[in-house]
């Protein structure tokens, strides 16, 4: 304790009276000093039997950026930033021991990026940038809006768009080769999660889906991800909520994102803003967090908006960028004394990255335009008197000529200069375990989602209830005909109409698939035959519970086998209309025009069913081909009528009868084949299997190949971050 109040004094002092960049400690330094051995490990990198022949020793000497094989002395202190910066207390005798790294190290040279039409001025989104990043170290890339972090990020993690191009060369342990899957995790700015499962479960369910092997070898790895995000006390808990309860907060979120890729056990791990929406409390103990992470030896890159001066101390190395020109590359504290040389010292009492992002975030000029006259108790409105655009060209001029450029290159060209052990891919899980995986989540999603499914169910019911007592008490004579059939068409159409209230929980499905997909835990065909299986059982729920309630309010005829296909028949028209949700979820990502689109396609489908009109006396181009090979209603109304009036017969006076076929036919258009309602029911299951095979070509080319429509639109958002 006085250790830590000895230097916490030297800090406050430091802060007040000293100039100099150098002399400015981060708070970190002695807010988070550890005994030795105090850190415990939550994952072990060094247990995994797969890493052995990739293990390297990793030293890097002090007052300078070397890596070679040697022995490190074991650092007491969780926030020993920089090998030439804050020197750790001293060690006891003999405490120096061989140090087992086994993260990947990864080093990029003069990449730049092209991104067409992205920029007025120029395509280049990134601009020869040159750095690396070592095992058991963070490196950061930051910058303003519009600088390019995260095409840089996406860039060293081979997930460009396919619209952008990049030159320069990008290296793992020394070797110019593409990732392994399950050798690297990516974690999204924005990442979808599963609010009705707690927070051990998904991260089980993602590790059936991405590891091979037996079960409880992947409980024992979700244990070690929820250790290592600190989510102990939140792991039974709910992530969305329930009813009333709220859901876990954005940090816990966010974290729970970033185990989800721990459960493979990546050497480096990428993270696109993890400070994304937390406040103060919160960024503080995620970065706490991945400094011990990254402690257990895994490489960890990611990008940042900007700190506090407590998060920026953690840091280890810096990657600076405006407008895609690299200013500094390096040592967190040595890119305060950068700034100093170039001629913008860091003001006392200011955060380092507030100051940096002053100094070359253009959108300060036009602040300091309408503040041109303003002056506060100091003096002038702005330590930085000059242009923003001249202080990019002086700070990015500076770097290029300084040591520290120099130093990175030579950096560069010691990692590349010898291949190292190459990454070695972790396994899939199979097909069929994972359309298992994904079967038995969405039916417990199902289960525990009332608002979305067991909702739907009662207003089915109630919707059948409705129908079934307006049109009771219809008798089985010839006069009820005509009525029998508008019941039918008013129950196929209605309930059709009402699957609307689905929209929102099949777009969750989408937008989890989507996330799931982008880093190869899931596949269109594995989504597609998951979802199917696990909507069966709740969508038959659905239609015998309606199909019984309508049935014997309208008085149809009391046969078992006609009451079967009627529920079967209904079973169909859900599948069917299931997949024409999904095919308007893909295409759209909208619920708005979601909804518009499917109302609009189901009244179409509704005025050429043929209730209205006899299907023959239909215009030909307009309402026969979409009545014939679109619109479900009809099959599934005709099947039905069929079903119903097919082999039944009417009296007409005392000595006539006619046929069911020939009461119905003035009224609506069937078949007099018996067979035709079983043609029908094949016709439903043939759209049932050619809806899903559009949505399967759409989320093939529009995720897997484009990563969807979602990240299109992201793609100027990623370019200006």
Not at 424 to 440: F, N, Y
């Amino acid at each position: 304790m006085e250790e830590i109040q000895s230097q916490s004094d030297n800090y406050r002092s430091s802060s007040s009276s000293a100039s100099s960049p150098v002399s400015r400690v981060p708070s970190s330094n002695f807010f988070y000093l550890r005994k030795p051995g105090s850190l415990r490990q939550p994952i072990s990198f060094e247990d995994s039997p797969d890493w052995e022949d990739t293990d390297i020793d990793v030293r890097v000497e002090e007052g300078g950026d070397s890596i070679n094989v040697a022995t490190t002395p074991a650092s007491p202190s969780l926030s020993k930033l920089n090998s030439c910066s804050i020197p750790s207390p001293p060690l006891p005798e003999g405490a120096g021991v061989a140090r087992k790294i086994n993260g990947a190290y990864i080093a990029w040279k003069d990449l730049t990026i092209t991104i067409k039409k992205k920029r007025k001025y120029s395509n280049k989104v990134v601009k020869s940038s040159n750095g690396y990043a070592l095992p058991g170290t963070m490196t950061v890339i930051m910058g303003p809006a519009k600088s390019g972090k995260s095409t840089l990020l996406r860039a060293l993690a081979g997930r460009l768009h396919h619209s952008a191009k990049m030159y320069g060369e990008v290296f793992v342990n020394g070797a110019k080769s593409r990732m392994p899957y399950g050798s690297y995790g990516f974690v999204e700015r924005e990442t979808t999660l599963i609010g009705s499962l707690t927070v051990r479960e998904f991260l089980f369910y993602s590790a059936l889906l991405q590891l091979p092997g037996f079960f409880f070898q992947k409980k024992n790895v979700v244990e070690d991800a929820i250790h290592a995000m600190s989510l102990g006390d939140y792991a039974n808990k709910l992530i969305g909520g329930h009813c009333y309860m709220k859901g876990l907060p954005n940090g816990e979120r966010r974290r729970v994102s970033i185990a989800r890729e721990l459960v493979m056990r990546p050497q480096i791990l990428f993270i696109d803003e993890p400070l994304y929406h937390l406040d103060s409390v919160s960024t503080l103990l995620m970065m706490v967090t991945l400094k011990k992470l990254a402690s257990t030896g895994c490489t960890l890159v990611f990008t940042i908006n900007q700190s506090s001066t407590e998060v920026f101390g953690l840091f280890d190395r810096i990657c600076l960028l405006s407008n895609g020109n690299t200013l500094f590359f390096g040592e967190t504290l040595a890119c305060l004394q950068h700034f100093a040389n170039a001629g913008f010292p860091c003001p006392i009492m200011q955060s380092p990255s507030d100051h940096f992002l002053r100094a070359i975030n253009t959108d300060f000029d036009r602040i300091i335009a309408m503040c041109k006259n303003w002056q506060d108790d100091q003096g002038e409105f702005s330590s930085v008197n000059m242009d923003t655009a001249v202080a990019i060209r002086t700070l990015e001029a500076t770097y290029k000529s300084s040591a520290d450029a120099a130093a990175v290159e030579t950096m560069i060209l010691r990692l590349t200069d010898k291949e190292g052990s190459s990454l070695k891919s972790k396994g899939k899980a199979s097909s069929l375990t994972r359309i298992a995986v994904l079967t038995w989540r969405s039916l417990l999603v199902m289960s525990r989602e009332w608002k979305y499914y067991w909702l739907r169910l009662i207003l089915y019911m109630l919707l059948a209830v409705c129908i079934g007592t307006v049109f009771s008490g219809l008798g089985h004579s010839l006069s009820s005909v005509v009525t029998r059939v508008a019941a039918i068409f008013v129950f196929v159409s209605f309930t059709s109409l009402l699957s609307v209230a689905g929209i929102p929980a099949l777009m969750r499905e989408i937008k989890i698939y989507t996330s799931e997909e982008s880093n190869h835990h899931s596949g269109a065909f594995v989504f597609l035959l998951g979802q199917l299986l696990s909507s069966i059982p709740f969508l038959f729920l659905i239609s015998i519970s309606s199909s019984l309630v309508f049935y014997f309010l309208v008085g149809l005829r009391d046969e078992f086998r006609l009451l079967m296909y009627f529920v079967l028949n209904f079973f169909m028209c859900l599948l069917v209309n299931e997949g024409l949700i999904l095919v308007m979820a893909s295409l759209w990502r909208n619920i708005f025009w979601i909804v518009l689109t499917l109302i609009s396609a189901h009244v179409l489908m509704m005025l050429s069913a043929g209730y209205f009109r006899i299907r023959n006396a239909l215009p030909g181009p307009v309402w026969t081909y979409p009545s014939s090979y679109i619109a479900f209603h009809t099959y599934s109304i005709q099947g039905l009528l069929e079903n119903e009036y097919l082999g039944s017969s009417f009296a007409v006076g005392e000595v006539r009868n006619i046929t069911g076929y020939q009461a119905l036919h003035s009224a609506y258009e069937i078949s007099s084949n018996t067979h035709s309602k079983w043609k029908n029911l094949l016709v439903l299951f043939l759209m049932v299997v050619a809806y899903r095979v559009v949505v399967f070509v759409l989320l093939h080319f529009r995720v897997g190949k484009f990563m969807s429509l979602r990240k299109v639109i992201r793609c100027k958002r990623d370019m200006k971050d």
